[in-house]
């Protein structure tokens, strides 16, 4: 079974940088795409990065787009988003998310995501 894994969430002060990393696993297909998403309490899940497998084309929420990016190393089978300058409003739970739908979008504001982990805590102190 598709397994997707979080890691290198932590606290980080206003201005710093944290690299998460996603390890996917339990499947013999490439991904069609890879993204990046993350909730905090009370609101809704965000898409703040999205890239398609196949040519390491990405995508950004505006939010984000300049301090972030998201990368992958299909050998690996991972995908890391490198976040800087980081702000307090970033606090949020952060998910991998993964799909093999050709031909659907790998935007952040794709709906057509159905693999996720389980999240990774990412603390923005001011």
């Known amino acids: 079974q598709v397994q997707l894994a979080e890691s290198g969430g932590g606290s980080v002060q206003a201005g710093g940088s944290l690299r998460l990393s996603c390890v996917a696993s339990?499947?013999?297909?490439?991904?069609?795409?890879m993204g990046w998403f993350r909730q905090a309490p009370g609101k809704e899940r965000e898409g703040v990065a999205g890239?398609?497998?196949?040519?390491?084309?990405?995508e950004y929420a505006d939010s984000v787009k300049g301090r972030f990016t998201i990368s992958q190393d299909n050998a690996k089978r991972t995908l890391y988003l490198q976040m800087n300058s980081l702000k307090p409003e970033d606090t949020a739970m952060y998910y991998c998310?993964?799909?093999?739908?050709?031909?659907?979008?790998?935007?952040?504001?794709?709906?057509?995501?159905?693999?996720w982990g389980q999240g990774t805590q990412v603390t923005v102190s001011s």
């Open positions: 339990g499947y013999s297909y490439s991904t069609y795409c």
């Open positions: 890239i398609y497998t196949p040519a390491g084309r990405t």
């Open positions: 998310a993964a799909h093999w739908l050709a031909g659907r979008s790998c935007a952040p504001e794709s709906r057509d995501y159905n693999y």
